[in-house]
């Protein structure tokens, strides 16, 4: 999808010099682009149970950073996608919703996240680690920032098949297996 997006933009580009007499033809049009395919993988209840023990804080068998783990745990929880949970800040914390403002939203809509009982004692576990302002998933090298997306995907990268799973899965798949198995149950879409 990346390289997609990285050609169009250069097929922009180079179109537009094309356009105007600056390069005679655009490169780009002999590069194709690759076949998109859409994500859906979502874990099953074994799984989810399997992943719930992995990412326990005190285990010591899965070397993940304990902030990490945390925020894997939210991304379950709340259904947000995994940047919007790195970038968690306890100021955002509102009378048990966690209301994300617009410019953090990919849709540039701001959102107002219901926690519930088990998403406050993340929270609480993640505040022992991080301290209790600022971001709520804190980086372990840099001092007053917030976990990076990225090394969410890494650590499930390096550990799925250490924690017992037989297909790859990224941080976006538990957001969708959280709103998979919410239909599964009956809660009504503009619920979820």
Not at 101 to 111: D, Y
């Amino acid at each position: 999808v990346l390289s997609n997006r990285v050609l169009g933009s250069l097929t922009r580009m180079f179109n537009f010099a094309a356009e105007r007499g600056i390069i005679e033809d655009t490169p780009c049009s002999r590069i194709r682009k690759v076949k998109e395919t859409p994500r859906d993988r979502v874990l099953t209840n074994a799984e989810i149970k399997l992943l719930w023990e992995c990412l326990d804080i005190d285990n010591k068998k899965i070397d993940i950073f304990r902030v990490v783990k945390l925020a894997l745990k939210m991304i379950l929880v709340t259904g947000q996608r995994p940047g919007e949970v790195s970038q968690m800040r306890f100021d955002e914390i509102e009378n048990g919703f966690w209301v994300i403002p617009p410019e953090k939203m990919k849709n540039g809509q701001g959102n107002r996240v219901y926690l519930t009982p088990l998403a406050l004692e993340i929270i609480e576990q993640a505040r022992v680690i991080s301290g209790d302002d600022g971001y709520i998933f804190t980086s372990s090298h840099k001092k007053d920032s917030p976990v990076l997306r990225s090394a969410l995907g890494r650590a499930v990268v390096r550990h799925w098949k250490e924690m017992g799973f037989t297909k790859p899965w990224t941080p976006h798949d538990l957001r969708r297996t959280l709103r998979t198995k919410m239909a599964e149950i009956g809660i009504q879409d503009v619920i979820a």
